[in-house]
């Protein structure tokens, strides 16, 4: 995650002045409402967390509790404003990082932008992480199933916009925000590529096999930029 602690991504929100007190190492971005981190562990090769700051801008009645995980902010009326100034700064990361990927790669490969259904920090942070989930420290089936955007552990924003809504006056969410927490369960599934559904035996055959995914998408997105 973006740094050591249960409260580091806390610590982050609450700063006046991030652009100052946070290093070019930490810091990507800041918007008037949010702020996005490297993640200090990134389970891909482009990983960031969008946070909202403390206190959150605007007269919400929003208290740190409320904004402890996505469950949490589900049940406090503010979450439209909340998920909205979230997305926009998404947005700019996701744009960051297909711009990053062409310079550094030549191609553009894919970006999930979502919550974890139980996050293991406090304080809300949403991923924008590219999906080819190469990397070191990508090291367990919790880590590898925790991003696999077909399982249900990680939940797309666009799911969580159209849940709120939907909502209205936010009964439903209640128990979208009670369902979270049983999709614990889904870290134990078995090892498979989400991409071509092959079953692994172990992480270390999991890792070569997406490297060996993302090389072959690699190679196809060139060969076919050289031939055009």
């Not at 490297?38 to 967390?49: E, I, M, T």
């Not at 990053?100 to 970006?111: A, L, N, P, S, Y």
């Not at 942070?125 to 420290?137: K, Y």
Request: with cysteine; proline share 7%; charged share 20%.
């Amino acid at each position: 995650m973006a740094g050591p602690g249960l409260f580091a991504l806390r610590d982050f929100a609450r700063l006046a002045t991030p652009s100052v007190s946070l290093p070019p190492s930490t810091l990507l971005l800041e918007t008037p409402k949010c702020i996005a981190v490297f993640d200090a562990y990134p389970k891909a090769r482009y990983h960031f967390l969008v946070l909202p700051k403390l206190p959150f801008p605007g007269d919400t009645g929003l208290l740190e509790g409320n904004l402890d995980s996505l469950a949490a902010l589900l049940r406090h009326p503010a979450r439209g404003a909340v998920v909205d100034a979230m997305a926009a700064a998404a947005d700019e990361v996701v744009e960051m990082v297909r711009d990053e990927m062409h310079k550094t790669e030549g191609f553009e490969w894919g970006v999930n932008v979502g919550f974890h259904s139980v996050p293991s920090m406090r304080h809300l942070h949403l991923h924008v992480i590219s999906d080819d989930l190469t990397s070191p420290s990508l090291k367990n089936k919790k880590h590898y199933n925790s991003f696999r955007p077909d399982l249900g552990f990680f939940v797309p924003l666009g799911d969580v916009q159209q849940w709120i809504t939907d909502a209205g006056d936010g009964g439903d969410l209640d128990a979208r925000a009670t369902a979270l927490h049983a999709n614990e369960t889904l870290l134990t599934t078995p090892l498979s590529c989400f991409k071509c559904d092959e079953g692994m035996s172990n992480m270390p055959a999991l890792k070569r096999h997406l490297d060996e995914e993302w090389q072959n998408a690699k190679a196809k997105a060139t060969s076919t930029s050289l031939t055009r």
